[in-house]
């Protein structure tokens, strides 16, 4: 069983950064933030694989976010700068036990339990 918790959430300007964390418990291998915006779907924004050899973003983040994780913290990190309105939602961290990475939301099996972003104009 694998249990995440998340951190870092909070309100922010437009142009500002946030840094998101997540801390893990149990064996996972791939991992991801997605996040779910009001009356939308939850929709993945990065990915890692398990050595961090591979991400992968979502077009709308890449250039502005970055993903790592540091495996002998069990911890993963997503690094949110240039924040856009468009950016609020609620940010979930997510294990996949697959190699390589996972980049569709359905290869995720767990999932903490979220912290907010909110980005005001």
């Known amino acids: 069983q694998v249990q995440l918790v998340e951190s870092g959430g909070g309100l922010v300007q437009a142009g500002g950064s946030l840094r998101l964390s997540c801390a893990a418990s149990?064996?996972?291998?791939?991992m991801g933030w997605l996040r779910q915006a009001p009356g939308k779907e939850r929709e993945i924004v990065a990915a890692?694989?398990?050595?961090?050899?591979?991400?992968y973003y979502e077009d709308s983040v890449k250039g502005r976010f970055t993903i790592s994780r540091d495996n002998a913290k069990s911890a993963v990190y997503l690094q949110m700068n240039s924040l856009k309105p468009e950016d609020t939602a609620v940010y979930y961290c997510?294990?996949?036990?697959?190699?390589?990475?996972?980049?569709?939301?359905?290869?995720?099996?767990?999932w903490g339990q979220g912290t907010q972003v909110t980005v005001s104009a």
């Open positions: 997510a294990a996949a036990t697959v190699q390589g990475i996972a980049t569709m939301r359905r290869e995720y099996a767990y």
């Open positions: 149990g064996r996972t291998y791939a």
């Open positions: 890692i694989s398990w050595s961090a050899s591979t991400t």
